[in-house]
């Protein structure tokens, strides 16, 4: 599928001298500077209907003019999965993705991702980078994600992202008893060892701040509030596991189900039968990247975690136990 592409525009007095494709990217922010640099590779984003290369310097008052294709971002195909839409517009959608449920096609999911059930009930995320995802959560992570439906509110939401104006709220339950929330300010990067994990690490790793305050304790656990300035891959776990209160069912940073002592039947079953990392994303406050306003979405705890916080409540009541060993 593809849809023709016609712009033109005049070089400003303000970016007299500047390379073309970052003329072009000030003069059609819709559009992905890769895809730009692509067509003027090609041909197809003249410069006073010259052929140019991307750096070549521009001259104000020169006319950028576009004739192009627009192609699929994506080659993945639709499949009708069912999604739990919180929110949807013209430029946003937002959903509740259940735990189990991997983002993107990858090497052993090749499909049945929430990007193919995206495809399916919104076509035109084929032509938006990523189908449209701008940040992700892990397969296990239950909870709140926008997707971007066109370019323009793609370039916008990711540049939310990286200006750290996105905020992000999420609900863990962790091994332990915490006696105060607090801050993590911990760099993060690939284990040394281990390649599919992430690591605490002072050297090598990319800055890393996470917020928690505790919500409820527990004889043994704590169910805490998470909010992420920075979005590192499985910063939550990284650093909860760091510091010594690994989320329930999390086998990667946790490692074997640990059990109370004197634990009941029930308690034993609800922790050794959670099957996965005990977190959800509760909330996501955004500025709308087509009106300007300021967005709030919320989604409940799932099933999975309700169950797990009411056999806490019953089964691990806090008291005097609150720092035993396991």
Not at 25 to 53: H, M, N, T, V
Not at 142 to 150: D, E, F, L, P
Not at 158 to 187: F, H, N, W
Not at 254 to 283: C, N, V
Request: with cysteine; net charge neutral; hydrophobic share 40%.
């Amino acid at each position: 599928m593809t849809d023709r592409v016609e712009l033109e525009a005049a070089v400003p007095e303000d970016l007299h001298g500047d390379r073309l494709d970052q003329v072009a990217a000030r003069l059609f922010p819709e559009y992905s500077r890769s895809r730009l640099q692509s067509w003027i590779k090609k041909g197809q984003l003249r410069l006073d209907g010259r052929q140019c290369r991307p750096r070549d310097k521009v001259h104000a008052g020169a006319l950028l003019r576009v004739d192009a294709e627009l192609e699929r971002e994506t080659s993945w195909s639709a499949q009708d999965i069912d999604l739990e839409i919180v929110y949807e517009d013209n430029s946003i959608l937002v959903l509740d993705k259940p735990a189990g449920l991997v983002v993107h096609p990858a090497a052993g999911h090749a499909d049945g991702t929430l990007v193919n059930a995206l495809l399916a009930h919104a076509p035109e995320l084929a032509q938006v980078p990523r189908g449209g995802i701008v940040h992700r959560l892990d397969m296990e992570t239950s909870g709140i994600m926008v997707v971007a439906r066109t370019l323009a509110a793609h370039n916008d939401l990711v540049s939310q992202l990286q200006a750290r104006s996105v905020k992000r709220e999420y609900c863990a339950v962790c091994i332990g008893v915490m006696t105060g929330g607090g801050t993590i300010d911990a760099p993060i990067g690939r284990h040394p060892k281990q390649r599919k994990k992430m690591a605490v690490l002072a050297v090598g790793g990319k800055p890393a701040i996470t917020h928690y305050r505790i919500t409820r304790r527990f004889g043994h656990h704590t169910q805490i509030a998470v909010t992420l300035e920075t979005g590192r891959t499985h910063q939550i776990r990284v650093h909860m596991a760091h510091r010594h209160y690994p989320l329930v069912g999390d086998p990667v940073y946790g490692g074997r189900p640990r059990l109370p002592k004197g634990a009941s039947d029930e308690l034993i079953a609800a922790l050794r039968g959670f099957p996965r990392q005990a977190l959800h994303a509760r909330a996501l406050g955004l500025i709308h990247p087509e009106t300007g306003e300021q967005c709030q979405f919320e989604c409940p705890l799932p099933q999975d975690l309700q169950d797990l916080l009411a056999v806490l409540q019953r089964e691990d009541p806090p008291g005097e136990s609150d720092r035993a060993l396991y």
